[in-house]
């Protein structure tokens, strides 16, 4: 019986191996698949939920419809996407923002903080221009990065990118701060939690086979089918789908935060802000953009008292100036909603940087002058054109700023 057992045992070993070179050989392109899918760069924060690891290498796996390939990027030793940080021999820019400023899918010399530092040196400003983003980050995160990376970094000037897509719902969903009963911006105090997201990536008894291509090609297929099957299905179901998951999400998310409880949602659940653009009057809506307001004032308060420049870039939404990538565009959006206009997400933030003087860089006219369509992923990123667009408008306003002072100082 022990006998039968082992040669059983044995065997399957052998028709495994067997098999893992086939697939080997069949599936050459699983190679930076695994490499993508096995490591991440991401890690736990107690304070702002998510970071990255510091001198951690990574592999993306871009899609064929963004492109294809892999871009390789590695974080420097304080968790920055980059280059290490220079001695303090000339001004540094720090920018922090989502996954459209991290750019995972952008070799370094396309991300829109390579970018732009390679214009201002064109323009005789030799700046450091630091890469902060995460993604999935909101600017709530951002803003208590800033005072952690202050004294580390000692920037002669801010950015903060508020992507006008979901940076509003980040707020809300991080359960990181509220607005108290005398209207000022405080702490919720509720205990930071692992996400959820990790808990998914730690050990599981299927690590054990994470080596063989063999089960991440079975990943890679049920992955392609899923695909396949989505769209399969009409543009009308997969519209109306979308826009009902959204409105599902917005609500979840505000009942969370109306009924002052802990944060449930991933940090990685970046989804459009559908209150906002359907209706930005609606209750749900106006506490978002007051969250924002807070958020950036506090920002603007805290580089003002560190004698630091604030500059503030909003970044349209894919859906509010194209149709053609997506399941939904603003014409879809303008069919449902009454009160819908592609401006809803951005207004709010045009508003308030007017209101409180702060320095902004507003991209929604400069791309809808400049083919949307060509500025973005099919995923709703900005691609290498975009980011070339958003660093030149950024380097105007900072060149303009300069009129007034010699340095990126105040």
Known sequence: MLTDTIIIIAVTCVIIAIMELVVRAAFPEMKEYRKSSRSTVFQYNEKYLVSLKPNHVQHHTVKKENGGGTVIWQTNALGFRGEEIDPKNRPRIIVYGDSNVLARFSQDKDTYPSVLQKILRSNGENAQVINAGIAGAGPDQSLIRLADDFDLVKPDMVIFHIFADNDYGDIIKNRLYKISSNDELIKTGFPSTIDEKFTELGPKISDLFRGLYLQGTVNYLLSKRKETKENALSKQVKTESTLNELEQAAKLGYSIYKSNQPRQLTHFSDLYDIDIAADPQSESAQVKIKLMEKVLLAANKFCTEKNVRFIVIVQPSMLDLTMSPYYIGYQDLA????????????????????????????????????????????????????????????????????????????
């Open 335 to 410: 069919k449902r909603y009454k009160n819908y206009k592609p401006t809803n997400l951005t207004d709010p933030l045009k508003q308030i940087c007017t209101k409180h003087n702060l320095n902004c860089v507003h991209l929604i006219d400069s791309y809808r002058q400049n083919d949307p369509d060509t500025l973005y992923l099919g995923d709703g990123h900005w691609n290498t054109k975009g980011q070339l667009l958003a660093a030149e408008e950024t380097s105007k306003k900072i060149m303009q700023l300069q009129v007034a002072s010699t340095t990126l100082t105040k």
